[in-house]
């Protein structure tokens, strides 16, 4: 959001059940009343005129992500710290810079030039370091009055003593705790956890032991979380790796004017690509294919397969469609060719789908040259889907979205080969006592059963139907001649979720 003096205020929300909640806010935000987790109706009683943009979580994260790789300029690694924070380990490296006040003042300086605004601090444990970013009297490093910096371990109670327990990083529920037994700064909490002088700080401490012994989470605990910050206890964290992505590409001693030529040289970057791929274990999703020429213009072709694939043919071929309108003026003298989004691929035997694939025959073949003919909103495919319900168990979507991506499909159970669009009413002649029946109407035909396996009982979808949807009980049964049909009956006699049940035909087998 937009800071400055003359900002609007702003807030960025996030749609739940009760109505828009407040995610973030800025300087004039905060200063009209409004909160982070306040909703939206109650903020515009304060400031009818705030602004209110939508929030990105997943964005905010990607953003993090970047932000925590370009901050290992001042040091070895750096860790995340959601929602807005970042770690970053620079033991043995601050003298790179002049010592640490000039490291923080280069911190400072960086975040600014990019119209960031940041709040640093440096503590020798990551949770000092985080209590004294959030909660310290500063706002700069330079400001006079203020210590952004602590260097000793043995120090570090001394600085932060007077800071609200709120700096140890704990969920919201034990903060209260700790508010109605009497402790509100760090310096109280740690006064209690060395040992007692008076018989109410005895009480105190006995107390905040019994609450908090068998809470394993940090968050949750105030005494791991204070051990952690005096560095009594190791705090584990998780560096953030940059993952480089597969690229190949060829400076061409003579620029390229001929279509053939070019072809040569995409179809070595595709073989080179392929054996790259291969030795990572990976296959190709997106590949960006850019060309250099000589006046200096880019141009850039994008090719997004619907499955991983290191087939260096396949890559060759598609984007052989893409190419048709190059111009190439006065000459190409690069070509790169970048996989932009890879997934593991693991290294197989060559079967009938690989060969099938070599020869452009196989199903993700097929569909990777229908979207680059037909465009990928042209093109539909159906993948599992969490629904025990059959008819909600197929979803259709584009070939280009991740089948990992979906959601995960629930446990396979026997289903006939076709199932009906819709389930179709059948009227039930006799049942037996068991409850199947022994004979029925479907589509003016009678059909006597002579066969049956069942009942599978398929409950609703409680967490999104209405509670009187009725429960189904399948059965797969034949007729007389033969012919295997899937039905169920919808609803139990006597359920009070409506009258007599009904019966359905909802699949056919072999």
Not at 343 to 370: F, K, M, W, Y
Request: with cysteine; net charge neutral; glycine share 8%.
């Amino acid at each position: 959001m937009g800071e400055g003096e003359d900002a609007d205020p702003t807030v960025l929300i996030t749609e739940t059940a009760h109505g828009p909640r407040i995610d973030a806010v800025n300087d004039a935000g905060v200063q009209a009343g409004a909160r982070v987790h306040m909703m939206l109706a109650d903020a515009r009683t304060l400031c009818p005129q705030i602004q209110t943009a939508p929030a990105d979580p997943a964005g905010d994260l990607a953003f993090l992500e970047k932000l925590a790789l370009w901050a290992q300029r001042w040091g070895p690694w750096s860790a995340l710290d959601p929602p807005d924070g970042v770690l970053v380990d620079i033991t043995a490296a601050a003298h790179l810079l002049g010592g640490e006040r000039r490291l923080l003042d280069d911190v400072y300086s960086a975040f600014a030039k990019r119209g960031l605004a940041v709040r640093a601090a440096i503590a020798p444990t990551a949770g000092a370091a985080w209590a004294l970013a959030h909660y310290g009297a500063h706002s700069r490093p330079d400001l006079q009055g203020t210590r952004a910096i602590i260097d000793r371990q043995e120090d570090t109670m001394r600085h932060l003593a007077d800071l609200p327990v709120a700096a140890l990083r704990l969920d919201d529920d034990v903060l209260t705790v700790l508010r109605r037994l009497g402790l509100k700064r760090l310096g109280d909490l740690a006064d209690i956890t060395k040992g007692a002088i008076t018989r109410s700080e005895a009480a105190a401490r006995d107390a905040l032991h019994r609450r908090f012994r068998n809470r394993k989470s940090p968050s949750a605990n105030p005494l791991v979380r204070l051990d952690q910050l005096l560095g009594r206890v190791p705090e584990p964290l998780l560096p953030v790796v940059a993952h480089t992505m597969p690229l190949v590409q060829r400076r061409l001693m003579e620029p390229l004017r001929h279509r053939s030529l070019l072809d040569q040289v995409l179809a070595d970057l595709a073989a080179d690509m392929a054996r790259e791929l291969e030795g990572r274990g990976e296959g190709a999703r997106r590949l960006d294919l850019g060309l250099w020429r000589v006046d200096g213009e880019v141009i850039v072709r994008r090719l997004e397969l619907a499955a991983a694939t290191r087939e260096a043919a396949h890559i060759t071929r598609l984007f052989a469609e893409k190419l048709e309108n190059i111009e190439a003026g006065f000459g190409i003298e690069t070509v790169r060719l970048r996989a932009s989004w890879a997934e593991p691929l693991d290294i197989a035997q060559s079967d009938v789908e690989e060969a099938a694939e070599r020869h452009g025959t196989s199903l993700a073949a097929c569909l990777d040259r229908l979207s680059v003919r037909l465009g990928p909103d042209a093109v539909r495919r159906p993948v599992p889907h969490a629904s025990h319900l059959p008819e909600r168990a197929q979803i259709w979507q584009a070939p280009l979205v991740s089948v990992r991506a979906a959601h995960a499909a629930a446990k396979p159970q026997a289903r006939p080969l076709k199932l009906l669009d819709r389930a179709e009413r059948i009227a039930v002649l006799y049942a037996s006592p068991d409850g199947y029946p022994r004979r029925f109407r479907w589509r003016g035909n009678v059909h006597e059963v002579v066969r049956v396996e069942g009942p599978e009982r398929i409950a609703p979808e409680w967490w999104r139907e209405k509670s009187i949807v009725r429960l189904r009980d399948y059965y797969r049964i034949e007729d007389g001649e033969g012919r295997r049909y899937w039905i169920y009956r919808h609803g139990i006699t006597g359920d009070g979720r409506g009258g007599e049940p009904d019966w359905f035909l909802q699949g056919l087998s072999a």
